[in-house]
């Protein structure tokens, strides 16, 4: 069996602005997605036949790294997370990244005889162009490496997100996909900071975004938490996106939103390396009525918002919207959680994690 984790995400600033372009900034959290692989006489996913359909993700990620046409050998994939579902706090993107690893361990990079990647952006997966362009410089990894050597966090970050775009229809940022990968505070930007780790395009609604993806640390108080409140409302990421590219492409004041928020994840990023988190929180807030105002919010969010409030700097909707979690930034977690819990929702007192996507356990089990 080989068995690769990897933490959820929360987003301080920027969510949905960061499909346009817009700075965002995500950091990954103590809840981990485990994924494990063993070989089997055919591809299941929990005991039961894999169905392409029902799991978008899987799908892809199996025909980039694991296509009929290369190999023989099916899978059994098990998947166990403590991280709550289509709730805006990237559980998606953790199993991508944890599969990607498996994956990776298992067979090491696929290359071609000149040694082209194959999984990448040279690639080619017929129904869906997800994955057009990308400045990712070529890596170089010997062929018929595995296990943990065969992984390069990069590499799960990139397929990840080609992952994530290809199952919402083409609109997805590396956000998730890229905190999920490196674990820590990132940042997404039209800028390098000092510690840029590579840019990322994607062709979205016919024009190329581009994302520069950064590491950040600022030090951050021993005595502020996060606290996320999860309404227990399933939100489709897909829907909700789809929802937001309407709403802007009919008006331009809803349009303007979203360099707004822009503005605020920049001046969230200058509140930070300040060590100013009574300003951080202050955007938060501001953030928050911006994606209300693109009508990604919900009663049951609203709710908790409300209840976090009094005992937090600030507090926002985590992700997509339109149920999923929310986020406080608090220095008295258990009274914000309480808070929580008394409006209808489930809490989680949170901390950074550090680790990105990590290779748990490894056998061969191909027998290379
Ligand atoms: O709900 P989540 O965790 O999938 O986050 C979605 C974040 C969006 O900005 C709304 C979409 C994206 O691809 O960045």
Known sequence: MILASAPAKCVLFGEHAVVYGQPAMAVALDLRTQVSIQANSRTQLEGCKFQPKIHPHIHFLLQKLWPKSSIEQRLSIEIQSTIPSASGLGSSAAMCNALIACLRAARGRRTDQQGHWLEGWSSFYNSKQAYERSSFDHYEMPPNVLGHDAISTDECGLLAHAAEAFAQGGLASPMDTSTSAHGGLILLGTNRKEQYLYTRELMVNQQIRSWDINHIQPRF??????????????????????HVAELISNSNEHASYIDDIGTITMAGLEAMQNGDFVEVGRLMNQNQILLEKLQVSSTELRRLIRAALPTSLGTKLSGAGGGGCMIA?????????????????TSFITSISKDGVRLESFENILGF
């Open 221 to 242: 108080p021993e005595d502020l938490y996060l606290v996320i409140g999860s309404t227990g409302v399933k939100s489709s990421t897909r829907e909700q996106v789809k």
């Open 329 to 345: 930034l608090t220095h008295h977690p258990e009274q914000t959680a309480s808070a929580i819990e008394s409006a209808g929702g």
